[in-house]
């Protein structure tokens, strides 16, 4: 039996960027309901990398001094080279996933959030002031003004928009935790290893529990290894060959519950970016479902913060227009200024994950290498950096 409902703003994908939008909207007094399709919300990974401008996302979301009680102050940063030995400063800081999913979902009025929620489709008319139709798995139809796609690499409202499919890496991502039944030897500092194209990071949780991650070259037997946690460690041991001690004990003493293997790395290519539009009609995107970009940069979830933060400003700037009963001009009008004010921002922070992802790939480079160079070193001030401040909500 179908029923429809209207709404002003739904948003697909109860993800942090979901969240936070939710969020972010509902301090600006623009009501939302999130559908997430999984029956609980879930926190794929142990942590999250948060950088100085995901932070400065948090403050404005209001709930950065809640969440720095429960994160451990990440005081040095350091990238070090293996073969030798050479140590470069690096600012980084860390909060657990389900700390920041937690914080956020509590702070979201009563009923916000729907779960066991699946979108079935999507019904747009960009050319008039209809709305557009979502279809649920059990037969209700929404019709809000606006929809925002927070819906993960896998989105199925970016298809709606019009970006092309996400592209794969030949890349994969182990992460895991490893318990220390006596304090850590790594104090409250950062630490990235690198040595030939393997790269293994570490963020202390507190002073018992550290995360890390490491990135390595794709191989034919990862999609098997993935389903076995006990083959994800002796492939991680084997990977990290010549690091120093401390870091293959790390790995041999890891949680084996802990371990993930993503064996397809997705991004969104930086020229798919340049020339679609992030939204139709009043439907568009945020997070990864616009910016999937893999960890390499460590910006997606910041990223996301900061798409939450820009667009409930954008739509609260607009949904006051004057003689628009509807309110469909003025979440176009929102929807455009946000794509505006994100797109060069998602653009450079694409380009510079695409060049890191594809620095051992000789083909892509061959293609592509020495153009997107030549942009770097134009545009070097233009390039992603932790300085970026999404500005007020």
Same mark, same amino acid.
Request: proline share 3%.
């Given at each position: 039996?179908?029923?429809?409902?209207?709404?002003?703003?739904?948003?697909?994908?109860?993800?942090?960027?979901?969240?936070?939008?939710?969020?972010?909207?509902?301090?600006?007094?623009?009501?939302?309901?999130?559908?997430?399709?999984?029956?609980?919300?879930?926190?794929?990974?142990?942590?999250?990398?948060?950088?100085?401008?995901?932070?400065?996302?948090?403050?404005?979301?209001?709930?950065?001094?809640?969440?720095? &009680? +429960?994160?451990? =102050?990440?005081?040095?940063?350091? /990238?070090?080279?293996? $073969? !030798? %030995?050479?140590?470069?400063? @690096? *600012?980084?800081?860390?909060?657990?996933?389900?700390?920041?999913?937690?914080?956020?979902?509590?702070?979201?009025?009563?009923?916000?959030?729907?779960?066991?929620?699946?979108?079935?489709?999507?019904?747009?008319?960009?050319?008039?002031?209809?709305?557009?139709?979502?279809?649920?798995?059990?037969?209700?139809?929404?019709?809000?003004?606006?929809?925002?796609?927070?819906?993960?690499?896998?989105?199925?409202?970016?298809?709606?928009?019009?970006?092309?499919?996400?592209?794969?890496?030949?890349?994969?991502?182990?992460?895991?935790?490893?318990?220390? &039944? +006596?304090?850590? =030897?790594?104090?409250?500092?950062? /630490?990235?290893?690198? $040595? !030939? %194209?393997?790269?293994?990071? @570490? *963020?202390?949780?507190?002073?018992?529990?550290?995360?890390?991650?490491?990135?390595?070259?794709?191989?034919?037997?990862?999609?098997?290894?993935?389903?076995?946690?006990?083959?994800?460690?002796?492939?991680?041991?084997?990977?990290?060959?010549?690091?120093?001690?401390?870091?293959?004990?790390?790995?041999?003493?890891?949680?084996?519950?802990?371990?993930?293997?993503?064996?397809?790395?997705?991004?969104?290519?930086?020229?798919?970016?340049?020339?679609?539009?992030?939204?139709?009609?009043?439907?568009?995107?945020?997070?990864?479902?616009?910016?999937?970009?893999?960890?390499?940069?460590?910006?997606?979830?910041?990223?996301?913060?900061?798409?939450?933060?820009?667009?409930?400003?954008? *739509?609260?700037?607009?949904?006051?227009?004057?003689?628009?009963?509807?309110?469909?001009?003025?979440?176009?009008?929102?929807?455009?200024?946000?794509?505006?004010?994100?797109?060069?921002?998602?653009?450079?922070?694409?380009?510079?994950?695409?060049?890191?992802?594809?620095?051992?790939?000789?083909?892509?480079?061959?293609?592509?290498?020495?153009?997107?160079?030549?942009?770097?070193?134009?545009?070097?001030?233009?390039?992603?950096?932790?300085?970026?401040?999404?500005?007020?909500?």
């Amino acid at each position: 039996m179908e029923k429809s409902e209207e709404e002003k703003i739904v948003i697909v994908g109860g993800g942090i960027c979901g969240l936070a939008t939710a969020l972010a909207l509902h301090r600006k007094g623009l009501e939302s309901i999130v559908l997430e399709k999984s029956e609980k919300l879930r926190a794929t990974g142990a942590c999250i990398i948060m950088q100085p401008n995901g932070w400065r996302a948090l403050h404005q979301l209001g709930i950065a001094s809640k969440l720095r &009680q +429960t994160a451990l =102050p990440i005081q040095s940063g350091h /990238y070090i080279t293996v $073969k !030798d %030995g050479k140590h470069t400063d @690096l *600012l980084v800081g860390c909060l657990r996933r389900s700390d920041l999913m937690k914080t956020l979902a509590e702070e979201l009025p009563p009923n916000t959030v729907r779960l066991g929620c699946k979108v079935v489709s999507i019904k747009v008319d960009a050319n008039t002031s209809a709305y557009s139709i979502l279809h649920l798995h059990d037969g209700t139809m929404l019709m809000p003004r606006v929809i925002i796609g927070c819906d993960g690499v896998n989105s199925v409202v970016a298809s709606i928009v019009g970006l092309n499919s996400s592209r794969h890496f030949s890349t994969c991502a182990i992460r895991g935790v490893t318990h220390y &039944q +006596t304090l850590h =030897p790594f104090g409250t500092a950062f /630490y990235l290893f690198d $040595k !030939d %194209g393997v790269r293994l990071g @570490l *963020l202390p949780i507190n002073h018992n529990d550290v995360y890390w991650f490491l990135t390595r070259k794709l191989t034919s037997t990862d999609s098997m290894v993935s389903k076995d946690q006990k083959l994800i460690k002796e492939s991680t041991v084997e990977a990290i060959k010549g690091f120093p001690n401390h870091i293959t004990e790390m790995i041999n003493n890891s949680d084996v519950d802990s371990l993930h293997l993503t064996d397809q790395m997705r991004y969104r290519a930086p020229w798919d970016l340049l020339r679609t539009k992030f939204c139709k009609g009043t439907v568009t995107l945020a997070g990864d479902a616009l910016h999937a970009m893999a960890p390499f940069l460590a910006q997606g979830g910041s990223a996301s913060l900061e798409d939450a933060v820009v667009l409930a400003r954008c *739509l609260s700037q607009n949904m006051g227009i004057a003689l628009d009963p509807t309110g469909m001009k003025a979440a176009r009008a929102a929807l455009d200024q946000y794509a505006k004010e994100r797109k060069m921002r998602v653009f450079w922070l694409s380009l510079e994950t695409f060049v890191v992802g594809t620095m051992h790939d000789t083909s892509a480079l061959l293609v592509r290498g020495l153009c997107i160079i030549t942009l770097i070193i134009l545009f070097r001030d233009k390039i992603a950096n932790t300085r970026y401040d999404c500005g007020r909500l």
